[in-house]
């Protein structure tokens, strides 16, 4: 955990931060550490089903899942794959409440 959290921080770099950039960096790194304790709670059993599954390897397939603004109206740029489909529902996420989350966003930028 410890040398997770210096790579993410880049600490061995801090010599040319000022306290701002430091204190920002350190930010990020606790919410992204909260973040990442979320995700490997709720995928653990997808993690001991599928050996080859890491938090990376979820955080790609997670990266993949896009929402594209044409013509002022946001849309989904792909459907969604089985094994997103499959991290989303670990996540207790439903496809669907995505989908009406992008509706809701597209609702409230036309008012």
Do not use: H, P
């Not at 002022?72 to 670990?90: C, V």
């Amino acid at each position: 955990m410890f040398r997770w959290l210096k790579t993410q921080t880049n600490l061995n770099k801090n010599y040319s931060y000022t306290d701002g950039v430091l204190e920002s960096k350190t930010f990020l790194t606790f919410i992204s550490g909260i973040v990442r304790a979320y995700i490997m709670y709720y995928c653990k059993d997808l993690i001991a089903r599928k050996r080859n599954e890491t938090y990376n390897t979820i955080i790609n397939e997670l990266t993949k899942i896009e929402v594209t603004k044409i013509s002022d109206t946001y849309l989904r740029r792909n459907a969604f794959t089985a094994k997103q489909k499959e991290i989303l529902n670990d996540l207790e996420l439903d496809t669907n409440q995505l989908l009406q989350y992008v509706n809701s966003l597209n609702l409230r930028l036309k008012k």
